[in-house]
């Protein structure tokens, strides 16, 4: 049961244009939600976050959108460099404050940015 | 700023076999996590502490044990090792101060784990 999904395993662009990755969540109590970044033989590292409350936070390149109706979530990055070639994770937490950064993640999706 | 060391790096076990990885934050972190990471599942939650002497389960517990004798430190143990168990493992901490969310988790580089 996947309650945080990522449909598209890949994803490839040219350098300057605009990536869009997509998450799909299931469970009504997650209330928040973070993207990481993933580089080969390292950790994730967080990249940017957004709230139910809000539908759209941005940061620099990167903008996340969240469309609860849908419970959809997705992460803009423009414009795409070669250094953000990485495996990108849509993360969820529940409500409440025993949700104690508890987070349950997406399959990931491999962006490639081609210069 | 080592921020969250995980030892070893790479282990391979037989079957049956046991072993503790060691994760070390020095962010002064109460939350610590163990995760795993297997292709197409993303990472998924074995146990987490909110706090020194705590443990509690995650989504896929079976087949570990954790400690967390000291803040700083988060022991995940595996006492019989099974071929199920390869797999990348990740530690993580995260803040309590102000919320989790003001510091949303930091994770280690990672134990790559081979049980043959």
């Known amino acids: 049961d996947q309650q945080v999904k990522q449909n598209s395993p890949s994803l490839s662009v040219q350098e300057g244009r605009i990536s869009i990755l997509n998450c799909d969540y299931t469970n009504s109590m997650f209330d928040y939600f973070l993207w990481y970044k993933k580089y080969p033989a390292e950790g994730p590292t967080f990249l940017i976050s957004i709230s139910s409350i809000k539908d759209k936070n941005e940061d620099g390149r990167f903008t996340v959108f969240l469309n609860k109706s849908a419970k959809h979530l997705s992460l803009h990055i423009v414009p795409s460099q070669p250094g953000d070639s990485a495996v990108y994770f849509c993360a969820a937490s529940a409500k409440g404050g025993t949700s104690y950064g508890k987070l349950t993640f997406g399959q990931g999706t491999i962006l490639t940015v081609h210069p | 700023n080592a921020g969250v060391t995980q030892t070893p790096k790479f282990r391979v076990l037989k079957t049956g076999q046991s072993m503790t990885l060691l994760c070390a934050q020095d962010?002064?972190?109460?939350?610590m996590y163990w995760y795993r990471q297997d292709p197409g599942m993303g990472l998924r939650l074995i146990h987490y502490?909110?706090?020194?002497?705590?443990?509690a389960k995650g989504e896929v517990p079976d087949g570990y044990n954790v400690s967390r004798l000291k803040k700083q430190n988060f022991l995940l143990g595996l006492e019989s090792a099974a071929p199920s168990q390869t797999s990348v493992y990740f530690c993580?901490?995260?803040?309590?101060?102000?919320?989790?969310?003001?510091?949303?988790?930091?994770f280690g580089n990672g134990t790559r784990l081979t049980v043959t």
């Open positions: 993580a901490s995260s803040g309590s101060t102000g919320g989790w969310r003001n510091s949303p988790l930091h």
């Open positions: 962010m002064n972190h109460e939350y």
């Open positions: 502490s909110v706090g020194e002497g705590t443990t």
